[in-house]
């Protein structure tokens, strides 16, 4: 089993920052890719950022040059820089990690969710 943890949410006003963490934990063997999703009230669920093992970045045309996204490979984390916030970016954000876990010999593969943490931008 991989469990995720996220924090970092919270309240901000419009043109602020806030920055989101996501530790995995578990017999994690490899993370291939890490990412970070949103979903804000009546709409689907959205990628917002992603990055591979060797370091390859997406980003949602809507928060290029606004957002960041990190990753520590040694703690299995992964971060969410968001600068300029605006209104449009409220919703509830969620980690997503996929990679192998278990035994070395015999790994299996996992695709986990956070729990979700809530980022309410103030106009």
């Known amino acids: 089993q991989v469990q995720l943890v996220e924090s970092g949410g919270g309240l901000v006003q419009a043109g602020g920052s806030l920055r989101l963490s996501c530790a995995a934990s578990?017999?994690?063997?490899?993370?291939?890719?890490m990412g970070w999703y949103r979903q804000a009230p009546g709409k689907q669920r959205e990628l917002v950022a992603s990055?591979?093992?060797?370091?390859?970045?997406n980003y949602a045309d809507s928060v290029k040059g606004r957002f960041t996204i990190s990753r520590d490979n040694g703690k299995n984390t992964v971060y969410l820089q968001m600068n300029s916030l605006k209104a449009e970016d409220t919703a509830v954000y969620y980690c997503?990690?996929?990679?192998?876990?278990?035994?070395?010999?015999?790994?299996?593969?996992?695709?986990?969710w956070g729990q979700g943490t809530l980022v309410t931008v103030s106009s």
């Open positions: 997503n990690v996929a990679g192998s876990y278990g035994l070395s010999w015999s790994p299996l593969p996992f695709d986990a």
């Open positions: 578990g017999r994690i063997l490899s993370i291939n890719v």
């Open positions: 990055i591979t093992r060797a370091g390859s970045l």
